[in-house]
């Protein structure tokens, strides 16, 4: 069964801290991504990763930086965490093709900042 | 570029109605579709996709959609909802030949299911 696992479920920071939020796949995929979850705003795209150190901003990439050191993991980082980046995160991947492939979504990571 | 619209972003029905979740996208090539569905507390899942072959589209959970080029909709629909469909649902597009694999989101549509 394909799986894409988030480090925490839950996770509570304070305001200028530093936040690593870590991502694996097991399905060999070359396609990554970040989203934030908002109510009323669906899926906003951060950034996505379509190979090893390789990356693109989304939609939404400020404030946010990642990291993809291998092939099977890809890390959100929050420099400065700030009370406006309380919100959902999933992250997501798929194989290469021609646009016709689904993503496969991890179960979230629900980030408050106080 | 391209857009998802889902029109309604609370649909409710009853146990047993027909659940119609709607769905208009804005391409400027033959797009590939997506519905996915999430469960409370859960990532997305994918319910099924359109890519170019048939254009009624069977899914799990007894759904099915319809791609309408002349109307640029995809509109998911389930002929009697049981109160475990109770999701959020969201549909997404693609362009072909996008090596990046990228989708753009709707806003989503919560499904209620009433006993």
């Known amino acids: 069964d394909v799986k894409v696992t988030q480090s925490s479920r839950y996770l509570v920071k304070r305001t200028g801290e530093k936040v690593f939020l870590e991502c694996v796949q097991d399905?060999?995929?070359?396609?990554m991504f970040w989203y934030r979850q908002d109510p009323g705003l669906g899926l906003r795209l951060i950034y996505f990763?379509?190979?090893?150190?390789?990356?693109e901003k989304g939609d939404i990439p400020e404030g946010y930086s990642v990291s993809r050191e291998k092939k099977e993991r890809f890390s959100l980082i929050l420099e400065s965490a700030s009370t406006n980046q309380t919100s959902m995160y999933l992250c997501?991947?798929?194989?290469?093709?021609?646009?016709?492939?689904?993503?496969?979504f991890g179960p979230g990571t629900r980030l408050t900042v106080t | 570029a391209q857009s998802v619209t889902q029109l309604g972003s609370h649909v409710s029905v009853s146990e047993g109605a027909l659940v119609l979740l709607r769905c208009n996208y804005s391409?400027?090539?033959?797009?590939?579709l997506f519905w996915y569905v999430q469960y409370p507390n859960q990532g997305l899942q994918l319910l099924l996709k359109?890519?170019?072959?048939?254009?009624l589209v069977k899914g799990i959970n007894g759904f099915e959609a319809e791609f309408k080029k002349s109307e640029t909709s995809f509109h998911l629909t389930k002929p009697s909802a049981h109160m475990s469909d109770a999701a959020e649902y969201f549909c997404?597009?693609?362009?072909?030949?996008?090596?990046?694999?990228?989708?753009?989101f709707g806003d989503g549509t919560t499904l209620t299911v009433k006993p």
């Open positions: 997501a991947s798929s194989a290469v093709g021609t646009g016709d492939y689904e993503q496969y």
């Open positions: 399905m060999d995929h070359e396609n």
């Open positions: 990763s379509y190979d090893v150190k390789m990356k």
């Open positions: 391409s400027s090539v033959p797009p590939y």
């Open positions: 359109y890519t170019s072959a048939a254009t």
């Open positions: 997404a597009v693609s362009a072909p030949n996008t090596n990046a694999g990228k989708s753009t």
